[in-house]
């Protein structure tokens, strides 16, 4: 219930104000996420990710173009089990789920946050490389994936970190 409030005060914050006061809020409010994007990727990365992400599209009307009449699920772990999320789109509103949630478009298994950020944010994204390295493991659709990555390279310059 306090997050669905969150969401619509936030959405509310976005129909009145500027794209930029817009990013600056982002900016300002996802700062351990910018920390995360900016330094040393630990555990906490791909909850901060997707945490990031769900406040950058209640608040930014622009970011949150990106989602309109979209609808997946993806599913977010490392091999050892320590990582795992997901993160369900759904009616131009993105939901994180602390666990696993099941049926989903794809499934991505990563060796340790570092190859998740290198897979989803490096300079040279290259899925295939990423896969033929053992780094990282996919199950479904791989356009799910480019869509994400997409996502979160643009929050990435939305946070000024890129």
Request: aromatic share 12%; proline share 2%.
């Amino acid at each position: 219930m306090a997050t669905t409030f969150r969401k619509l005060a936030l959405r509310l914050v976005s129909a009145v104000s500027p794209e930029g006061a817009q990013n600056s809020l982002v900016r300002r409010f996802s700062k351990p996420l910018t920390d995360q994007l900016c330094g040393k990727v630990t555990d906490d990365f791909m909850e901060l990710l997707l945490r990031g992400m769900e406040f950058s599209f209640s608040l930014s009307k622009g970011y949150r173009e990106n989602i309109r009449d979209f609808a997946g699920t993806y599913v977010f772990r490392t091999d050892d089990g320590k990582v795992g999320c997901s993160a369900v789109f759904h009616d131009g509103d993105m939901e994180v789920e602390s666990d696993v949630c099941f049926p989903y478009e794809v499934r991505v298994s990563f060796k340790d946050p570092r190859a998740l950020w290198k897979f989803l944010l490096g300079e040279n994204q290259d899925i295939l490389d990423s896969i033929l390295a053992n780094e990282v493991e996919v199950d479904g659709n791989l356009n799910y994936i480019y869509k994400f990555g997409f996502l979160a390279r643009d929050l990435q310059h939305r946070l000024g970190v890129a």
